[in-house]
């Protein structure tokens, strides 16, 4: 019999254990190891068995256990140290407070997912996990963040392998009420909603669930509410659930009804309502939308009212492939939005900040991602990698400049360290470094020894060992109830031999199954009689994806080989409880995407601050951090004929590190039994990538590049009235009309001798006909480097030229001209040998631009 409903039935705490409660009502117990051993006294047992989960434990665990604790006179001192010291971390000046300077006061960090503990599914994979990492780092720094998400009641959802190796989806429902959230509500007690004007008169409606992680709050938007229809109901049913429309309400829920819910939030707890908006990649991207039309009833127009909104918004796109960005028919999206939803946003307006007006766009969709950069004075990729290939991708939205101008910067994503380092590591650190800081931690230091590093390797090893045994009797037990577990079970994998991992998500560009290109040499490396590797996977394929579903059943069925099923294991079910043993339990990371298609890939970067050494194609961050001494890098064979061959040359690769360089190196032992240098790479890891792949680095860079630039250019947009925002609207909008007729005219140079030598000068004059604008409004400069064969240039650097003022002006302002065209000139210096070529190009030009390309407008020299 199943349930037609469920609900969860809290345990009454006693009085003198009530500090639990509010211990398990902030998810700061998610990273912090003190608290987390605090509830784990409790019951040990149950504690592992429901998932290290609080406010599970605190249902499930026997009342008798808790009148016991409540007499411990020593627990209760615990309980209540562990209690002050939450209240302290939440209050107390950090990094952020102690910023001189303005700053602002309020950021809203909006994204469809966030990976934050086990007990809280709202995730699907990296950019949710990499979503929970930004708001605890947020919190850890004081950054006066406020999350924005939607409440998934089935979460994305969970995994199962039937005999055969397919994967089976169901979807079990969340009970709110046993998770760490509460109902956002006013003074009176009503929980707050908020809605949204649908085609048909109909209304969509929603709660907001807040949930405290650490000192930031974040609120989840519900539709499963009575007030709904039972079809809007469904809106929130599950993460990336559903076809186009279905997906799209999801998306306005976020964008439009999240921004709405700040708001409400922001009143209530009587907090400034944020000056700086974070677009965590597009599906939260109609939040600048509600932005406009709430500017819009203030008395701005659309012009005026989206410079302001585009000052304070920052957006960061996480894909390489145009095929992962969401994408909706513009007759769609045009129907929604000829309603109420957002009064005074004109729908063509609307439309054409997702327009894919370029050679080789459609015109008949709705691009998020290119609204997210509409909206967006400041956007960036998530490595350098990315960055670079972020800016060729986006290219048509800048005509005519080069990929190295598109205004697309980079931060590399960061791992929140205390969350994913394994606790005895941490124990390590204290014990002899005196610090819980594994990220600013001495690992040089001779106070921690080899034997001390390979020791807690070990342990951490045994420790995912015996989790992953857990793991695959009891997926056993699925597909075979009330059998009894095989005895060959409680042998898959050795605590003693070089295990590999490979855990993510699985669209096909991850290439799961590369290392089953050729079987028997897999075969040959896991059964190896002097250098065994063991191999654990993990990762759940879209529930649409079939490729991908048929990748992992080739790995499963592999993996079923009575020969080999204790060396290599498929783990279902992959979440942050198991990744958390994994990460820290592997030796090795394997990833081996096609380049460059992997944007960031945040799971080696975890496995790492464990002390992990990467194997790794040169994609996403690896390009930035790999030296050489913390890992291997397998070779890309991107200039191979097709990509079967690519797989062939790559895989071959990927063999020969592992049995040539890898294993030896694992197995080269000292007369104690220590790798020695398989340990030195450890510690170099450790010292080296702890503090750059620290969350901490990731967030504090976005503060001083992009928050604080943010909020200082929407302030100074606002004030007086707006003043700025009107102007600069007025002042585009006739730069747009005249462009057309700006160009080029002529160029003129001289300086150089017959054969330029290094030193020579060369001394240019632009004629640039610049249609009635004033020579104030743009920039001219010459643009010049190493002239290629192509003509193209490389090495590019970049000098204004000066307008030349006719001194015969009555005012001085006027310039000479040649035909209606403005004299511009300057002088080059040529301080080094080789090719050389240069051109000239006009820009628009104002101080309330961020970058040169923003406008997309360009003229240059034919």
């Known amino acids: 019999m199943k349930a037609i409903r469920k609900f969860t039935v809290r345990t009454v705490v006693p009085e003198a254990l009530a500090a639990l409660d509010e211990l398990a ?281 989206l410079q302001v909104a585009r000052a304070g918004t920052v957006f960061t796109t996480h894909t390489p492939v145009a095929a992962g960005i969401d994408r909706f028919e513009r007759s769609l999206v045009r129907r929604y939005f000829e309603t109420d939803l957002l009064p005074g946003v004109g729908v063509d307006e609307l439309l054409a900040l997702g327009a894919e007006n370029y050679p080789g766009g459609s015109p008949d969709v709705f691009n998020m991602a290119l609204m997210g950069l509409r909206l967006g004075q400041r956007a960036n990729g998530v490595s350098k990698l990315h960055g670079e290939v972020s800016r060729r991708m986006f290219k048509g939205l800048w005509p005519g400049f080069d990929a190295e101008d598109v205004p697309i910067d980079s931060i590399t994503n960061g791992v929140h360290a205390p969350t994913w380092t394994d606790p005895s590591l941490l124990h390590l650190a204290e014990d002899r470094l005196g610090t819980s800081d594994t990220s600013e931690a001495d690992w040089a230091s001779p106070a921690i020894t080899d034997d001390d590093l390979w020791s807690v390797r070990g342990t951490m090893r045994l420790q995912f060992v015996e989790d992953a045994r857990r793991r695959i009797a009891a ?65 759940k394929s879209h529930p649409a994806d079939e490729e991908g579903k048929r990748l992992i059943q080739k790995v499963v069925q592999f993996a079923a080989d009575p020969e080999l099923r204790t060396r290599i294991a498929f783990l279902p079910d992959y979440n942050i409880g198991m990744a958390q043993l994994m990460y820290p339990g592997t030796d090795v990371w394997l990833n081996n995407p096609l380049r460059p298609l992997e944007a960031c890939g945040t799971s080696g970067m975890k496995a790492a601050l464990n002390g992990a050494l990467n194997l790794s194609i040169l994609d996403g961050w690896w390009p930035e951090y790999y030296d050489g001494k913390n890992g291997w890098a397998i070779p890309s064979a991107d200039a191979a004929g097709d990509s079967a061959e690519r797989d062939r040359i790559e895989a071959d690769a990927l063999y020969e590190l592992i049995e040539h360089h890898v294993a030896p190196r694992f197995y080269d032992r000292n007369a104690d039994g220590v790798p020695e240098r398989w340990v030195a790479s450890i510690r170099h890891t450790l010292a080296t990538l702890s503090p750059e792949l620290n969350a901490g680095r990731m967030v504090r860079q976005y503060v001083q590049k992009l928050y604080r630039p943010a909020g200082a250019a929407e302030a100074r947009l606002s004030a007086n ?142």
């Open 25 to 305: 009502g902030n998810l700061r117990w998610s990273w912090h190891e003190p608290t987390r051993q605090l509830f784990e006294h409790i019951s040990p047992e149950l504690w592992r068995e429901i998932g290290t989960d609080p406010v599970a434990l605190l249902g499930a665990v026997d009342p008798a256990r808790l009148v016991a604790l409540a007499a411990d006179h020593d627990y209760v001192s615990w309980v209540n140290s562990i209690r002050d010291g939450l209240r302290s971390y939440l209050q107390e000046p950090r990094w952020y407070q102690g910023l001189e300077g303005d700053k602002p006061e309020s950021i809203a960090y909006f994204s469809p997912e966030f990976g934050i503990a086990a007990a809280l599914p709202q995730y699907s994979g990296g950019l949710g996990i990499l979503a929970g990492d930004h708001l605890k780092s947020a919190s850890d720094l004081g950054v006066p963040l406020i999350g924005v998400g939607l409440f998934y009641r089935a979460g994305y959802f969970s995994q199962a392998i039937s005999p055969d190796g397919w994967q089976i989806e169901s979807y079990p429902l969340l009970d709110p009420d046993g998770l760490p959230l509460s109902v956002l509500r006013r003074a009176d007690g009503s929980a707050v909603q908020v809605s949204l004007a649908l085609p048909d008169n109909r209304t969509l409606h929603a709660r907001v669930w807040q949930a405290n992680v650490g000192r930031i709050r974040l609120l989840m938007l519900d539709t499963d509410i009575p007030e709904n229809t039972d079809d809007l109901r469904l809106v929130t049913d599950r993460l990336y659930g559903g076809g186009g429309e279905h997906r799209l309400l999801q998306e306005l829920l976020l964008g439009i009804g999240g921004a709405r819910a700040v708001k409400v939030w922001s009143a209530l707890n009587n907090r400034p309502e944020p000056e700086v908006f974070h677009t965590n990649e597009g599906h939260a991207g109609f939040l600048g939308l509600e932005r406009i039309s709430s500017l819009i009833g203030d008395g701005l127009s659309f012009a005026e009212a």
């Open 475 to 539: 997926a056993w037990l699925v597909q075979n109830p009330g059998g009894i577990v095989p005895g060959w079970i409680g042998q898959v994998f050795d605590p003693k031999v070089l295990t590999i991992g490979f855990a993510r998500r699985v669209p096909t560009y991850k290439r799961l199954t590369l290392m089953l290109h050729d079987p028997e040499r897999l075969r040959a490396l896991l059964l190896h009689p002097e250098h065994p590797i063991q191999i654990v996977i993990a990762g």
């Open 721 to 862: 009235n707006y003043r700025a925002a009107r102007e600069l609207a007025v002042w585009k909008g006739r730069i747009v009309a005249k462009w057309p007729g700006v160009s080029v005219a002529h160029v003129e140079s001289g300086g150089v001798a017959a054969v330029p030598k290094v030193g020579d000068e060369l001394h240019l004059r632009a004629h640039v006909q610049l249609n009635g604008l004033d020579p104030a409004d743009v920039t001219v400069e010459v643009v010049y480097g190493k002239s290629l064969a192509n003509d193209e240039l490389s090495g590019v650097h970049t000098l204004a030229l000066e307008a030349v003022v006719d001194p015969d002006a009555a005012d001085g302002s006027d310039t000479p001209e040649q035909g209606g065209a403005t004299l511009f000139t300057g002088t080059v210096a040529l301080d080094r040998g080789g090719a050389f070529g240069y051109t000239v190009r006009v820009v628009p030009k104002n101080d309330l631009l961020v970058s040169s390309a923003e406008m997309g407008l360009i003229a240059v020299a034919g």
